[in-house]
């Protein structure tokens, strides 16, 4: 299985939105709907944002929104504070031959 | 409060062992399955084994099959991963990570990290 292709890094100022992609195939995220965002502060554990490609763990800002076309992803995060500068990262299950997840290749997001 | 306490890493030399181990409390441990998930220094997530919460069903990544195994003890709310035949890019911070779980009134079969660990370092070098 191949990593998710997620651009590099995403930027905004406080207040505006940014909007990170996901791409993988019809055998991860265009197969299931288990595809999950995770949020991740340097040197800290990854935290769970978005999970089955919309829906929000208690506790996390309805700030964060997640959607899905086809095979790419998408997380949204608007009005944007300075406390989420992180990495993103995607993952999907990706069991149509043998069970596992695939994550994304990660996304620097920048607070201007 | 969730807490997930990863343990057991350190230096090994490339073909040596290692055996890490994750100590679960805040949450009914024997209800949900468990997944180690590794990351390589500077790099992305990589999913490496999962085990289902009555130990029935295992999985691992390619990359490591054949190598590692992955256990757990209820009575103990403990997850473990045997590492065996180390090479040096198996060199990363382990997590340990919650999977699914079902109850009576949601289910969420294929849930992966709604809990973290804070990782424990694994590296192989001569």
């Known amino acids: 299985q191949s990593a998710l292709t997620q651009p590099p890094s995403a930027s905004g100022s406080p207040g505006q939105s940014v909007t990170i992609s996901c791409t993988g195939t019809s055998s991860d995220v265009g197969g299931y709907n288990y595809v999950s965002w995770y949020q991740q502060h340097p040197g800290k554990a990854p935290k769970l944002m978005i999970y089955e490609v919309s829906k929000r763990p208690s506790g996390v800002p309805d700030r964060f929104s997640g959607s899905k076309s086809g095979n790419t992803a998408s997380l949204t995060v608007s009005g944007l504070q300075a406390e989420d500068e992180a990495d993103y990262y995607c993952?999907?299950?990706?069991?149509?031959?043998?069970?596992?997840?695939?994550f994304g290749t990660g996304t620097k997001v920048t607070v201007l | 409060e969730v807490q997930l306490v990863e343990s057991g890493g350190g230096l090994v030399q490339p073909g040596g062992s290692l055996r890490l181990s994750c100590a679960a409390s805040g949450f009914t441990f024997s209800s949900y399955s468990m997944n180690w998930v590794r990351q390589a220094p500077g790099k992305g997530l990589e999913w490496v084994s999962y085990?289902?919460?009555?130990?029935?069903?295992?999985y691992y990544a390619d990359s490591v099959k054949g190598r590692f195994t992955i256990s757990r003890d209820n009575a103990k709310n403990s997850l473990y991963l045997q590492m065996n035949s180390l090479r040096a890019e198996d060199t990363a911070v382990y997590y340990c990570?919650?999977?699914?779980?079902?109850?009576?009134?949601?289910?969420?079969?294929?849930?992966?990290?709604?809990?973290w660990g804070q990782g424990t370092l694994v590296t192989v070098s001569s």
């Open positions: 085990i289902s919460s009555s130990s029935s069903t295992i």
């Open positions: 993952s999907s299950y990706a069991g149509s031959n043998n069970f596992g997840y695939v």
């Open positions: 990570a919650s999977g699914g779980s079902c109850s009576s009134t949601s289910c969420y079969p294929l849930l992966l990290g709604d809990y």
